[in-house]
């Protein structure tokens, strides 16, 4: 998603625009693919051997800031802040 703010940015286009524009076209990927990966590292949680729950429990909460917490909020709001 950063990658798409710089490449909008470097087209001419605000930071309001490029945030706009970059979310809208790579969001619903991020979503989608952190939702597959969600799907998969929970299904380890539910797993009799200790240490392959503990590791899914790890990934399924890493994977969901980064793709929904992250992504969503924590990027836009940085480059609104830091503008140019």
Same mark, same amino acid.
């Given at each position: 998603? =950063?990658? /798409?703010? #710089?490449?909008?940015?470097?087209?001419?286009?605000?930071? @309001?625009?490029?945030?706009?524009?970059?979310?809208?076209?790579?969001?619903? $990927?991020?979503?989608? /693919?952190?939702? #597959?990966?969600?799907? /998969? &590292?929970?299904?380890?949680? &539910?797993?009799?051997?200790?240490?392959? /729950?503990?590791?899914?429990?790890?990934? &399924?909460?890493?994977? =969901?800031?980064? @793709? =929904? $917490?992250?992504?969503? =909020?924590?990027?836009? @709001?940085? $480059?609104? #802040?830091?503008?140019?």
């Amino acid at each position: 998603m =950063f990658n /798409a703010i #710089v490449e909008l940015k470097e087209k001419g286009y605000s930071n @309001a625009e490029c945030i706009s524009i970059a979310l809208g076209n790579t969001g619903s $990927v991020i979503n989608i /693919a952190g939702l #597959v990966m969600l799907c /998969a &590292f929970g299904g380890l949680t &539910f797993s009799d051997i200790l240490s392959m /729950a503990q590791i899914g429990l790890i990934l &399924f909460v890493g994977i =969901f800031i980064d @793709a =929904f $917490v992250n992504d969503i =909020f924590i990027i836009p @709001a940085t $480059v609104s #802040v830091l503008g140019d």
